[in-house]
């Protein structure tokens, strides 16, 4: 869903380097940066606030009013984020100021919806691509896209030229080139046979019986005898 405005309090940081984010992290607070169209600014958010302005019904394409210390508004996307590789907690947030009347660009998830008819048949689905990159207003992009695959049997292939789009938001993908779901036919598992037993049965076929007391002979020269 598209068109969420959610305001978002921050404060602007005046001390900067790693020791001052820890610090800001044990209070709380996610140390982050807004870029606008002057001087990018650093700030502070709320661990919180930010989860909350971020899990909405636009989620991460949700357009934030960011009041800087009570100030004046900006109108603002989210850039980029870190996490934390072993606890998932997000470590620091860049936010990009836009305008309202101006297309932005960016990226959208791929939801595929209903079961395709060749899976009923014994198909697999792939979904190739999980998302596609758009542009239109900020209050226009949506949370994501969805793709019905119902009508994929099997050896079928969905575009995105198959997806619908929502007013006023543009692909900048080639549609006709862009492959978003496929189902192909379950590879069958094949019995192999047990190691060794397929090659002792080559060999006892193609081999001669030797005389008594003799061996076969391995094409090789004898030696002489001392």
Do not use: C, W
Request: charged share 30%.
């Amino acid at each position: 869903m598209a068109g969420e405005r959610v305001k978002l309090v921050v404060s602007e940081r005046t001390k900067l380097g790693s020791s001052e984010s820890r610090r800001l992290r044990r209070q709380g607070l996610i140390p982050g940066v807004l870029y606008g169209r002057a001087n990018p600014i650093p700030i502070a958010i709320g661990e919180r606030d930010l989860r909350a302005a971020l899990t909405g019904r636009a989620g991460s394409h949700a357009v934030l009013d960011v009041a800087i210390d009570g100030g004046s508004e900006h109108s603002a996307i989210l850039k980029e984020f870190q996490r934390d590789k072993v606890r998932g907690t997000i470590t620091h947030v860049d936010l990009q100021e836009v305008r309202l009347d101006q297309p932005i660009q960016t990226a959208v998830s791929i939801t595929l919806v209903g079961e395709p008819v060749g899976v009923k048949e014994g198909g697999v689905l792939n979904q190739v691509a999980n998302e596609v990159n758009i542009e239109a207003l900020p209050l226009e992009v949506p949370q994501h896209l969805e793709a019905d695959v119902s009508g994929l049997g099997i050896g079928d292939t969905l575009r995105l030229s198959g997806v619908t789009v929502p007013s006023g938001v543009k692909f900048l993908d080639d549609p006709d080139e862009t492959v978003i779901a496929s189902v192909q036919m379950a590879r069958e598992e094949v019995e192999e046979p047990v190691e060794g037993e397929e090659g002792a049965e080559e060999a006892v076929e193609g081999a001669e019986p030797a005389a008594d007391g003799e061996t076969a002979d391995d094409g090789g020269e004898s030696e002489p005898e001392e």
